[in-house]
C-alpha cells in the first residue's frame, strides 16, 4: 500500500529556515507529481507547491519568493525548504502525490513559526 511519510516539521522563529521531507512508498513506479498542502487553525487547507516528474514546479503566491520545492521523483522524496519563515506560515503541512489512479496523502507535519 502507499505510504507518505513527511519529517521536519517543528518550531521555527520568524525570518528562518526550516526544511521538511516526504517520502513515499509501495508505488508501483513513480508518482506523477509530489507537492504540499497546508492548513492553519481554523482555516482550509491549501496549495503550497508541487513538483512534477518532468521537473516543473508550481507554488502559491504567498510562498513564491521564499519557499523552494524539490525532490528526486526517481525515489519518490519531496523536500519543502522554508526561508524567511513568517507567523502565518504556521499550519500542518502535508504531502501529496499523484498518480494516474488516485492521490495520496501523508498524515502531516506541524510547523510553528514564531514571532
Known amino acids: 500500500q502507499v505510504q507518505l511519510v513527511e519529517s521536519g516539521g517543528g518550531l521555527v522563529q520568524a525570518g528562518g529556515t526550516l526544511r521538511l521531507s516526504c517520502a513515499g512508498s509501495?508505488?508501483?513506479?513513480?508518482?506523477?507529481?509530489m507537492g504540499w498542502y497546508r492548513q492553519a487553525p481554523g482555516k482550509q487547507r491549501e496549495f503550497v507547491a508541487t513538483?512534477?516528474?518532468?521537473?516543473?514546479?508550481n507554488y502559491a503566491d504567498s510562498v513564491k519568493s521564499r519557499f523552494t520545492i524539490s525532490g528526486d521523483m526517481d525515489k519518490n522524496t519531496v523536500y519543502l525548504d522554508f526561508d524567511r519563515a513568517e507567523p502565518e506560515d504556521t499550519a500542518i503541512y502535508y504531502c501529496?502525490?499523484?498518480?494516474?489512479?488516485?492521490?495520496?496523502w501523508g498524515q502531516g507535519t506541524q510547523v510553528t513559526v514564531s514571532s
Open positions: 509501495g508505488v508501483t513506479g513513480t508518482f506523477n507529481a
Open positions: 501529496k502525490a499523484d498518480t494516474w489512479i488516485r492521490d495520496y
Open positions: 513538483l512534477s516528474s518532468a521537473g516543473g514546479t
